[in-house]
């Protein structure tokens, strides 16, 4: 009686922490890799007028590796999360252009800081119940990493940083991991979070076709207000200016005048 | 100010960077609390002890911290920093993995990866691959931070006697395990402790040749390191890569060999004392934050280096 109500679909375990099943995907848009900022005249903040905009190096391997997941079999759905204002749906399209199925913006003013970012996904975590969740390991802007960690403390989940590998064994999910000495590997209980360092994978670049057919894929909007989430600045930037110029530095002509300069003038030898 | 401290170490040795974050520590002002969290880490935390300007040492000596699993550890420190205005630690692998799961917890942000204490809650840091530096103030009721620690200058070894207190309170979240770890062991100082480092990028053509920059290190008693690129194409392993998202590294000398010299490289060595750039291309960026630039074939340059030296 029970095996006829499990394989008639009516009743049953649900599929929060099973194989196959959702991956919750949480990008950014930053600048592009490519841009040098530079900062403000009056030292406010760096100057982003008119500067190319792009998901997230490391969150794009977070797509590419949700979408192989899907294309192996191991995942049913891949949704894609972004959290900050209207402008980030070109980001959304990308990432549906690369083989997410769904997109959700949280839409707020401006970007909100790392924990007010992690009570949001928490939010679409609860409604979107994934049995895993991949982040990029740090966004190129503010290169904080901390985002995939602080969501993972507030929904208790286990975490694999800086990932090189992932492997999903029944509910585990396995993550080798690059840490300060080599490699590592965690096992964790699904529902899990990882969070993508460069070497995981290679992503692949949309095609056109699939560009085009990303702008029919569903995007939907949520507020901070509907997740229930109270949004909060608790860091107020004072100042932003440039690093310490390294002043000019010399060509010498030969190995033997540069161990000569570095005996004798830097003294490092 | 009442900072709580949190020590990198092996269990049996506190790890160099401790040392900077008690500087940064420090640097703030206040009473220090040193916690080491490990398995059979008495060694460490008498370590710890002795370290000048800390007040006490909490050791949580359990199987659950043996492997510094972020989930078991960050409900840990949470629970230690009741009481306290701070929570530090280094920007290390273990800091980033375990100091923001500590900041969700205590439901505060924290800032990340300080070059500068400007005042309690004042700190500068470095964003958009250190291209700028922002000044930030943290209103937060405690200040969760992680510190660059080639930018505090370290503390000695000796000169403090804190009393160590057993920290009996064990935390297993029961969602990860440890299951196995490559870590390489060579007879060289560690990148980002080491006074000197001879890095290797993408024009070094293989991880065989590698091997030629290894007499140099040799004589030089230095670290190795590399760019991305060289970690990508597989000459050598990921622990090497220095650069905006792997280390950070500052030491008296930085020998940048074949390395072109991208934004995410220079992210991670431009605070070296001093930059020597070897690059058969005299445009490649490298050799604009380089002190001394040698525009040579690294197959020539090198050897004949490692017999100048």
Known sequence: MRLTLLSTGLIGPPSYGKWPMKVLVAIKRVIDYNVKVRVKADNSDVDLTNVKMAVNPFCEIAIEEAVRLKESGQATEVVAVAVGPTQCQEQLRTALALGADRAVLVETDGFPQPLSVAKLLKGVYDQEQPGLVIFGKQSIDADNNQTGQMFAALAGLGQGTFASKVEIAGDTVNVTREVDGGLQTVALKAPAVVTTDLRLNEPRYASLPNIMKAKKKPLDTLTPEALGVEVKATIETLRVEPPAERQGGIKVDSVEALVDKLKNEAKVI | ?309
Do not use: W
């Open chain 2, 1 to 309: 100010m009442s900072i709580l401290l949190v020590a990198e170490h092996n269990n049996t040795a506190l790890n160099p960077v401790t040392l900077n974050v008690v500087a940064a520590a420090q640097a703030i002002g206040g009473d220090i609390t040193v916690l080491v969290a490990g398995e059979g880490c008495g060694a460490a935390a008498e370590a710890a002890a002795a370290l000048p300007g800390v007040s006490k040492v909490l050791c949580a000596d359990a199987a659950v911290y043996g492997k510094q699993l972020a989930e078991n550890v960050a409900p840990l420190i949470a629970e230690a920093a009741a009481g306290h205005s701070h929570v530090l630690s280094a920007h290390s692998t273990n800091g980033k993995n375990t100091m923001p799961r500590v900041a969700a917890l205590l439901d505060v942000n924290m800032v990340s990866d300080i070059i500068s204490v400007e005042s309690e809650d004042t700190f500068k840091r470095p964003f958009y691959a250190g291209n700028a530096i922002a000044t930030v103030k943290s209103s937060d009721a405690i200040k969760v931070v992680t510190v660059r620690h080639t930018a505090f200058d370290p503390v000695p070894t000796t000169g403090g006697s804190a009393a160590v207190e057993a920290l009996g309170s064990v935390h297993d979240a029961g969602v990860s395990s440890f299951v196995n770890e490559e870590i390489v062991k060579l007879d060289r100082p560690e990148l980002t402790a080491a006074r000197v480092v001879v890095s290797g990028g993408r024009g070094m053509g293989s991880g065989e040749n590698f091997k030629i920059l290894e007499g140099v290190a040799d004589k030089l008693n230095a670290a190795m390191g590399a760019s991305r690129a060289a970690v990508d194409a597989g000459f050598v392993p990921n622990d090497m890569q220095v650069g905006q998202t792997g280390k950070i590294v500052a030491p008296e000398l930085y020998i940048a060999v074949g390395i072109s010299g991208a934004i995410q490289h220079l992210a991670g060595m431009k605070d070296s004392k001093v930059i020597v750039a070897i690059n058969k291309d005299e445009d490649a960026p490298i050799f604009q934050v380089a002190d001394y630039g040698l525009v040579a074939d690294l197959f020539q340059a090198v050897p004949e280096l490692e017999a100048k030296i």
